[in-house]
């Protein structure tokens, strides 16, 4: 069987590059700063270690010219240079990378030391996006003569001699007419700043500076006139903070990178930088801010952490980056192992990245754990405002669902603090391993004088009272801590003797009657009406059956997160045979009395479970009556 290769048409695949390849326009000035970067690093890298390169001069800078006249934007630095046959593996041959080729040569030492990004020999062809006609000029380090390149991005280009001052590359691009933004200092400032702030070398670009008049001492007469004076500056920090080892950096310059990313005035709580060696290289600097984002419960929030590669900004919309509990975070992730997409606009989802994430979670949390220990009250201020946000990984996150247990804090009925559950624990009864809990959409004070905490009361059990509403959706999925059971108040059971069997049947009995006339007076409001001995000072209470299958659909669509809407199931009604109220209703001969003390007590029930009432008027109006008759 013959083998035959593919054809390719040059002029098609380069048109596809120019113009299909690339999102965004302004990535240009990224991927040619970028080979700026690489071409200065490959010199500094052979400067080094290479003898014939030993006489060169290294003095990089990368410099940025527009030129409004003219519509030409140049780009050039002092670094390696090419030559013709340079040139033509380089800029005649589509997809071949300079800087891939020169990474293969390096060394296991040399290569971790470089900072060269290129890696598909694309990059350069974005200019065409932008520009009808690209001059390059270069000259190799250590040769004598200079080139020059030039293409109209039509699938042809030309190759001629020149002459150049030293060495390095220099790109013309002579814009289209409708891409004279790429001419405005601002703009250019912008792009660099946002994407290639922190690679090694310093950029340079022209700018115009406003001097004012000098005026004499009473500020009357002009000794000189105002001006604008164009000063050549560096736009770029042309250093990476997170590069950097920790020792080297000091809490001002952590406070200060952080102001920069975060756009804070104010001083983060806490930062974690951290840099991993071995199969996966990255580098992690994480901030936790002291005051919880604005859009921090949008659906479309801004994720806080922005991706590098190799110093190279990429992204700061790539939302998989870390799990969405941890959106409160403001860093930077940099890794040259992380795999792209042909434009560098996309990350792809592997394992490397799955590595670096699992990892920095891990981090992140253990770092949140040893604030809460060491530092109480930096805690106390970052609970307050990211708990409950934190409190979501409970849901999504089940390899780490212990270890946000542990950050999180917890009232309860028998403490005024908030309590961490490592430290509620040691209170729990070592037989039955079980951790009570109740959770409520109501506030904290009515909630814990809910009727079902009365039988926890009693028996001087601590329970954890969870009054916010992402507690009612997440910790009912929550079923154990280390190996305790968590359970909801509603489902606990205590041990009874036979003889309290009997007794509780018996009552039962005696208060049939005042259960009939309850139920018959609240119909379908109530699906039964049962009595109970685990009330203590409370009239009734109310509990849902979970056998029932509509309780079941609405736990099961709120665990997918979606709310139909759909009623929940009608509430059985619990009354307290030991109460004097109750006592006095099943012995009252007046109907009107029995009926509207039910309704108000069925309310007052739903008031205690955090409910509002479908009729506030009808609970006030039969409240009226039952304190009318009682005076």
Not at 44 to 64: G, S
Not at 149 to 177: K, R, Y
Not at 196 to 225: C, Q, R, T, W, Y
Not at 604 to 622: H, N, V, Y
């Amino acid at each position: 069987m013959a083998k035959h290769q593919f054809q390719t048409e040059a002029n098609q695949m380069l048109q596809l590059m120019i113009h299909s390849l690339y999102s965004n326009k302004e990535i240009f000035i990224r991927e040619l700063v970028s080979n700026g970067s690489d071409a200065l690093d490959k010199l500094n890298m052979l400067v080094l270690t290479d003898e014939k390169y030993k006489d060169v001069a290294f003095n990089p800078r990368i410099d940025i010219v527009a030129n409004k006249e003219a519509k030409t934007l140049t780009i050039k630095d002092s670094g390696i240079g090419m030559n013709e046959e340079d040139l033509m593996n380089n800029l005649g041959t589509i997809a071949k990378s300079g800087t891939k080729a020169f990474l293969e040569n390096l060394s296991g030492d040399q290569k971790k030391d470089s900072n060269l990004i290129g890696q598909f020999g694309v990059g350069f062809y974005a200019c065409f996006m932008v520009a009808h006609k690209v001059e390059v000029t270069t000259k190799k380090a250590g040769e004598e003569q200079a080139f020059l390149w030039t293409s109209a991005g039509d699938g042809e280009f030309d190759i001629e001699n020149t002459t150049m001052d030293g060495h390095g590359t220099q790109i013309v691009m002579h814009l289209n007419d409708d891409e004279e933004e790429f001419l405005e200092v601002y703009r250019i400032d912008s792009i660099v700043k946002k994407y290639s702030n922190h690679i090694p070398f310093p950029i340079f670009m022209d700018k115009e500076k406003h001097i004012p008049a000098v005026k004499d001492d009473e500020g009357k007469e002009e000794l000189e006139p105002s001006r604008t004076d164009i000063t050549n500056e560096q736009i770029n920090r042309a250093n990476a903070l997170w590069t950097m080892a920790k020792k080297d950096v000091t809490d001002d310059e952590y406070k200060d990178f952080y102001s920069s990313i975060a756009h804070s005035s104010e001083d983060p709580l806490m930062w974690m930088h951290n840099k991993a060696e071995g199969a996966v290289e990255y580098t992690t600097l994480f901030y936790v801010p002291s005051k919880a984002p604005m859009d921090l419960y949008r659906v479309d929030y801004q994720t806080g952490i922005k991706l590098y590669i190799n110093r190279v900004f990429i992204t700061d919309d790539e939302k998989e980056l870390m799990p969405t509990y941890l959106r409160f975070l403001r860093g930077v992730i940099d890794s040259k192992d992380l795999p792209l997409n042909v434009s560098r606009e996309i990350l792809q989802s592997n394992a490397v990245m799955a590595k670096i994430k699992n990892a920095s979670v891990k981090k992140v949390l253990s770092e949140l754990a040893k604030m809460s220990k060491k530092k109480p009250e930096d805690y106390k201020k970052f609970y307050a405002e990211f708990g409950n946000v934190l409190k979501e990984g409970l849901y999504n996150d089940f390899a780490n669902r212990e270890k946000i247990l542990e950050l999180l804090q917890f009232n309860t009925i028998n403490s005024s603090e908030k309590v961490m559950i490592e430290d509620f624990v040691k209170n729990v009864d070592e037989t039955k391993k079980e951790i009570y809990y109740i959770t409520g959409k109501s506030s904290l004070s009515l909630l814990k004088s809910s009727p079902s905490l009365e039988r926890f009361k009693s028996r001087n059990i601590d329970v954890l009272v969870l009054n916010e509403e992402v507690d009612t959706i997440i910790f009912p999925m929550v079923t154990e801590y280390k190996e305790y059971k968590l359970v909801n108040v509603a489902d606990a059971k205590f041990e009874e003797s036979e003889e309290e069997k009997k007794a509780e049947e018996e009552v039962a009995k005696t208060y049939e009657g005042l259960a009939k006339e309850f139920k018959d007076t609240l119909g379908e409001a109530v699906k039964s009406v049962e009595t109970t001995s685990e009330l203590v000072d409370s009239p009734v209470a109310i509990k849902i059956d979970k056998a029932d299958p509509a309780y079941q659909m609405a736990q099961m669509m709120k665990q997918m997160g979606q709310d139909t809407g759909a009623a929940e199931p009608a509430p059985i009604l619990m009354i307290n045979p030991k109460h004097e109220l109750i006592m006095k209703l099943k012995d009252s001969a007046d109907q009107n009395l029995i009926a509207d003390a039910a309704h108000v007590l069925l309310d007052q029930a739903k008031l205690f479970d955090g409910q509002e009432l479908s009729d506030t008027a009808d609970f006030i109006s039969r409240l009226n009556r039952i304190i009318s008759k009682a005076l």
